[in-house]
């Protein structure tokens, strides 16, 4: 049991980390809560299975295709949805839940309500520790990990994340010195969306696919955040495995309570800011203090 909850916590934990970066990420550049975000996780998850099993893709071209397209309509989505009430926080906050209406009821229209499954990328598995583990659980957390550290290395190496993170931090004084705000909001969400494509590829082999899949990790996404800290992407990182590992404690040594994990993440998102109301790696914002 505890290889188990050791492997699916991992995987759990790299799947809600790659939605909850991006999340914080775009939060913390332009202010925006888009709620939309695991909507356009979703549609990744059906451009795979459009490219594996309508069109007969390879699984790396369908994987690739995926996260390009999906990122593409959320850069589109960002034009002509949330730019022009980008400063007005409620009108976003609605239209992005609007908006991820929309995408649901398309992919019902296009899909019906039918629960469907993607064609595993790799077959067999593997015995670590005694366990069997899925070659396909291995590749997917491969995949999440090297996606983590490629986002790291390039908000923390590069000219181009240093000009996120100046953005983030404080918008006037990044335009004052030169930064070209508006440029660095769309790269922002451009990786964002980005990450969020690259969890929908994963999780849709591993689970049915189904048009109101966006809704849990929503529900999971917004606990981790707020548990880590708005904006802050070390606590969304790090809130991702707690409550990864706390989904998969509660699937595995509790399984006829296991549709209580969402519940249980939740309480224990409470019982932190109970503690420490700003999460554990917030900060009180400017207009706050």
């Not at 966006?214 to 992407?233: C, K, Q, R």
């Amino acid at each position: 049991m505890i290889q188990d909850i050791v492997v699916n916590g991992l995987i759990n934990g790299s799947v809600y980390a790659l939605l909850a970066i991006g999340f914080s990420l775009i939060f913390g550049v332009a202010r925006v809560v888009n709620i939309a975000h695991t909507a356009l996780f979703m549609i990744a998850a059906y451009l795979l299975l459009i490219g594996l099993d309508y069109w007969g893709l390879a699984a790396p071209l369908a994987v690739l295709l995926s996260i390009v397209v999906t990122t593409i309509l959320g850069l589109i989505c960002y034009q002509l949805v949330i730019k022009p009430i980008r400063e007005h926080e409620g009108a976003v906050l609605i239209a992005t839940i609007a908006l991820a209406m929309v995408i649901q009821e398309i992919i019902l229209i296009l899909f019906k309500g039918h629960y469907l499954g993607v064609p595993p990328a790799a077959t067999g598995f593997l015995v670590l520790g005694g366990v069997k583990v899925a070659n396909q659980h291995l590749l997917a957390l491969g995949v999440a990990v090297l996606a983590l550290i490629a986002t790291w290395s390039l908000l923390f190496r590069t000219k181009v994340g240093l000009g996120i993170r100046c953005t983030a931090q404080d918008r006037e004084v990044a335009n004052l010195m030169g930064i070209n705000v508006n440029k660095e909001i769309m790269l922002a969400l451009g990786i964002s969306v980005g990450l969020a494509a690259v969890a929908g590829a994963i999780v849709a082999p591993l689970h049915n696919i189904y048009p109101h899949m966006w809704m849990p990790p929503l529900i999971m996404m917004l606990a981790i955040v707020v548990l880590g800290g708005l904006g802050s992407i070390k606590g969304s990182f790090i809130a991702s495995y707690i409550l990864g590992f706390t989904e998969a404690l509660v699937v595995f040594a509790f399984p006829t309570w296991g549709f209580l994990k969402e519940p249980v993440a939740l309480s224990i998102m409470i019982l932190a800011l109970l503690i420490r109301p700003e999460g554990l790696f917030g900060v009180a914002f400017e207009e706050e203090r």
